[in-house]
């Protein structure tokens, strides 16, 4: 195989040779039918375009003859011919690298105009601008860099080309427009290297007054946005002098910078004239300041520029929370309670963006801590805790946008609504066993917290609960009570009969909050738990006292077969109660009897018979009205029950007492003659008992159940005329004798 080669001498050709060099390139020579070689030779100089031209910022404008070959923040400016005296300026000396090898040892001469002062110290920067246009290199220039003459500036620029990543070369010069009146002439540029020389020229321009002005203002600089929103930047604008022009919103661009940094101008068309709003996309975390100005080129067809003053906005990003709005009860000084009831802390909640709730099932968590006793000078600051809703272990509660949930009183838990096995402790008991937890009298503060599934949360907020120092009150129906007394000697059950109410009569409670404590024969023991939830001022109860543990078979009181109860001593006792929130009532002081045998009878306080005719011809017994409740109670006794009633009157109004000329009679019911008795101011004998043997029992015999219709106490009348027509009563007086 034959090889041909074709050599590049490093001479420095003529432009003939170069060309011919590049035309021979082209050929190929063939050496045989399978094999082929070629060479290119590339240009040994530096092919690059170039443009000079000047932008106002402060009217966001720029001057310039080519405006493909510049910045893209600065092509997004008006084209002007002048500027206003004091205008920030910057010169800008572009070159963009086109083909070739690259620079180097390139210089650059500048010009330095008159009739605008360029800044003293930082004068400006190159700008070197990557190939792929992310990332940019700047090299400061100093004023003290201006040469000798005061009039020219020499810089050297850094390697650009295929030799290094940069695209661009960009001179800026910072400078501010001089007097009104001037022109400023072309600035001139000279680059020289090894392999390049150009040159290019500012545009020159005049500096006048401005025409107008535009006023821009805002009512918000200081914006709360949120991670991942969007918001807002509000404000004004208008002519600063009224001469004819309309203002419209088409004719205006608004430039903005994001912390320094220049953004792209927009037009707001949508919002009214004189009005704009900005829709900025989300921003990071933190605080943000951004600049608004307002231009407007070719004002009233002069092909000048007018723009406003610059808006500076405080923009504090934060992550979005939730705003918690607690229910109207918990309004001023909070919810003041008036029963022993749980406490509902609810209300409603949305995002801090104005968002509504996910709505996502079981995603919301909530936190809370109570303390009581907060207007004290020893808080209960009690252990933060996870709220759950109802449902299986730690359920959370719908993330719907609303809240509701329960803080107990302190011993709420006590009675019937906590655990079987704390239903017979004391207070003291209780309080030792589980603490001060829940909400005391006085001032308490629960603090809550609300996170969603999205991480978003709720700043702290405190719902006040004020527990007022209501005086529980307790009385006895009687303080001389009575039992009775088994062979065993432990004393039979009883009950108390009390009276529960608060000082006031105004506060309300449930029996299921009252939690009730006697003292006998140096015993506190708790008594009967109550389930009754319903609300109430005042409740009259019989209070039952067992003496005996069903378990263990012993004595709750300390009697035993060694030291046994003496029968029909009275026992001196004390009872009291405690409420939900540890209220303590007053004690009250009792007997307790436990009577080896008794008889007690149990009646209705009235009685009824059926009404009659004042006039018929025959006589006869009236019927009872309704169930009368006639009852013998007796332990270890046989007794006779008598009856004897007083004659029946009618006692109108002023006038003398009228006699009904009918009287009670008792017809025997197990007589089959049914022999029949006056009761009228004599005892007749109503029913007998005969205790059969040493029974603990307490009989209880129902005396009227006996009675038949026509048997038992009835109303006899004779015929004719009985009385007046009207009411009468009568009084009976009921005896059972121990006959033991």
Request: proline residues 3%; glycine residues 6%.
């Amino acid at each position: 195989m034959n090889r041909v080669r074709n050599f590049l001498y490093p001479f420095i050709f003529s432009l003939m040779s170069i060309m011919s060099l590049l035309m021979l390139s082209s050929l190929h020579v063939k050496a045989d039918t399978n094999s082929e070689a070629s060479v290119s030779v590339e240009t040994p100089v530096l092919e690059a375009k170039t443009n000079a031209y000047v932008v106002d910022q402060t009217l966001k404008s720029k001057i310039s003859t080519d405006n493909t070959i510049m910045d893209s923040q600065s092509q997004s400016y008006v084209d002007t011919d002048s500027v206003n005296p004091g205008d920030d300026l910057e010169f800008n000396y572009l070159m963009i690298f086109d083909n070739g090898e690259a620079i180097s040892n390139m210089l650059a001469t500048i010009k330095l105009p008159d009739n605008v002062t360029f800044t003293t110290g930082a004068l400006g920067q190159i700008v070197y601008l990557s190939s792929d246009g992310t990332s940019s290199t700047s090299v400061d220039i100093s004023s003290d860099d201006i040469n000798a003459d005061g009039k020219t500036l020499t810089i050297s620029i850094d390697d650009i080309g295929t030799g290094k990543d940069y695209a661009s070369a960009r001179i800026v010069l910072s400078a501010k427009a001089g007097v009104v009146g001037k022109t400023v002439d072309k600035s001139h540029i000279d680059y020289e290297a090894d392999n390049y020389d150009d040159a290019s020229d500012t545009p020159e321009f005049s500096i006048k007054d401005s025409a107008n002005s535009i006023v821009a203002a805002t009512t918000n600089n200081s914006v709360q946005a949120f991670e991942g929103d969007t918001f807002n930047l509000i404000g004004t604008m208008d002519y600063k002098n009224n001469d004819g022009v309309v203002f419209k919103n088409e004719n205006m661009y608004i430039y903005y910078t994001i912390d320094g940094v220049i953004q792209l101008p927009v037009q707001d068309t949508a919002s009214n004239d004189k009005n704009f709003s900005l829709i900025m996309q989300p921003l990071t975390l933190g605080s943000h300041t951004i600049t608004v100005q307002v231009v407007q080129n070719n004002y009233n067809d002069t092909n000048e520029t007018v723009v406003s003053n610059v808006l500076t906005y405080d923009i504090n990003v934060s992550k979005n929370s939730l705003i918690i709005t607690k229910d109207k009860s918990f309004a001023g000084n909070g919810l003041t309670v008036n029963d022993n009831n749980p406490v509902d802390i609810k209300g409603t909640y949305e995002h801090a963006d104005g968002s509504p709730a996910h709505g996502t099932k079981k995603a919301l968590t909530i936190t809370a801590q109570v303390t009581s006793k907060a207007d004290t000078d020893d808080p209960n600051v009690q252990d933060e805790y996870k709220v759950y809703a109802a449902g299986p272990n730690e359920t959370q509660y719908d993330d719907d946008g609303t809240f509701n949930f329960q803080v107990v009183p302190v011993a709420y838990k006590m009675g019937n609504h906590g655990m079987l096995i704390d239903q017979s402790l004391s207070y003291e008991d209780y309080i030792e066993k589980y603490g001060y937890v829940g909400l005391e009298v006085g001032k308490n503060i629960v603090t809550i917290k609300l996170n969603d599934a999205k991480e978003h949360e709720s700043d702290e907020t405190q719902f006040v609960i004020n527990v007022p120092d209501v005086q529980p009150e307790l009385s006895l129906d009687s303080t001389e009570l009575f039992s009775n007394s088994p062979s065993a000697g432990l004393g039979a059950n009883y009950y108390i009969p009390i009276n529960v109410l608060y000082v006031g009569k105004e506060y309300q409670f449930s029996m299921s909050t009252i939690y009730t404590m006697n003292t006998l024969n140096d015993v506190t023991v708790r008594t009967s738990v109550s389930s009754d939830d319903s609300l109430q001022t005042e409740k009259s109860i019989s209070s039952g006292v067992l003496m005996i543990n069903l378990v263990s078979k012993e004595s709750y009181y300390g009697f035993s077969t060694d030291d046994p109860l003496i029968s029909d001593k009275p026992y001196p006792a004390s009872y009291y109660y405690r409420d939900a929130y540890g209220r303590k009532s007053n004690t009250v002081d009792y007997t307790i009897t436990f009577r080896s045998k008794y008889v007690n009878i149990k009646t209705d306080d009235s009685y009824k018979f059926k009404n009659f005719k004042n006039f018929e011809l025959t006589g006869g017994n009236n019927k009872r009205d309704g169930d009368w409740g006639v009852t013998v109670e007796s332990f270890k006794s046989s007794w006779t029950l008598k009856a004897t009633s007083t004659p029946f009157y009618q006692y109108p109004d002023g006038k003398d007492p009228i006699k009904l000329n009918s009287q009670m009679v008792f017809v025997t019911p197990d007589d089959s003659s049914g022999s029949t008795s006056s009761m009228e101011g004599q005892p007749v004998v109503v029913d007998t008992y005969t205790n059969s043997g040493g029974s603990d029992n307490v009989i209880t015999t129902d005396v009227a159940s006996k009675w038949a219709d026509d048997t038992g106490i009835l109303l006899t009348r004779p015929g004719g005329l009985s009385s007046y027509i009207g009411t009468y009563t009568s009084t009976i007086t009921w005896e059972a004798a121990d006959s033991v």
